[in-house]
């Protein structure tokens, strides 16, 4: 099973956002050392800056947890969906930041290293340690429900509202493509459910 960018963008379809293809790819690419600028570039890097290496690390980290395995073109999936769905959203963009790095600070000071270097099994056991599994997603809450919220949450509704992740589970057209409600229907599914599917931190 391959995850593919065209797979984040019909995601980032069902979530609402509206971020064109070429955005995107000006913020997961670097600039050339060489490249002429007039200075635009340093403004909308200003106005939208994008997410440290360190972060989608860990987020790619827990989708490991949270995905089949199997799953071939993990990382660019998840970096493209995060980006897109974090644009204009700039306190969408600081609780996804809070979360991760409590996450992390917990990885570090109960594991001894960063949450994206534990083996999956360990990252598994601390999100569940944790009570990821059976919190509410809640913004506001504990450290668990911010988890749950911004991270678990969010990458389970990528994946389940995705062409490739909906098929998984017998939903052969997610929202955003045409047939969208009447598949997710019959799948017995709403976009909310699909942030949740599972029911636990790591949606098997």
């Not at 913020?27 to 106005?47: F, M, N, V």
């Not at 660019?76 to 204009?88: I, S």
Request: proline content about 6%; glycine content about 14%.
């Amino acid at each position: 099973m391959e995850l593919t960018r065209r797979d984040a963008l019909t995601a980032l379809t069902a979530a609402g956002a509206t971020v064109g293809g070429g955005v995107l790819a000006g913020r997961l690419e670097p600039p050339r050392a060489d490249a002429e600028t007039d200075g635009t570039a340093d403004l909308q890097a200003a106005a939208e800056p994008t997410l440290s290496t360190d972060l989608l690390d860990l987020l790619d980290a827990a989708a490991e947890v949270l995905y089949p395995t199997g799953v071939d073109g993990r990382r660019e999936f998840v970096d493209t969906y995060v980006l897109g769905r974090l644009a204009n959203r700039p306190a969408y963009r600081e609780g996804l930041r809070e979360a991760a790095a409590q996450l992390d600070a917990v990885a570090r000071d109960w594991r001894g290293r960063p949450y994206a270097e534990l083996d999956v099994e360990t990252r598994d056991g601390l999100l569940r340690d944790l009570g990821v599994e059976t919190a509410d997603p809640d913004p506001d809450g504990p450290i668990s429900e911010q988890i749950r919220f911004y991270v678990v949450n969010d990458l389970l509704f990528a994946f389940y509202s995705s062409p490739t992740g909906g098929r998984l589970v017998g939903i052969e057209n997610p929202i955003g493509y045409p047939g969208g409600i009447e598949s997710y229907q019959r799948g017995g599914m709403s976009s909310s459910a699909a942030g949740d599917r599972g029911g636990g931190a790591d949606g098997r």
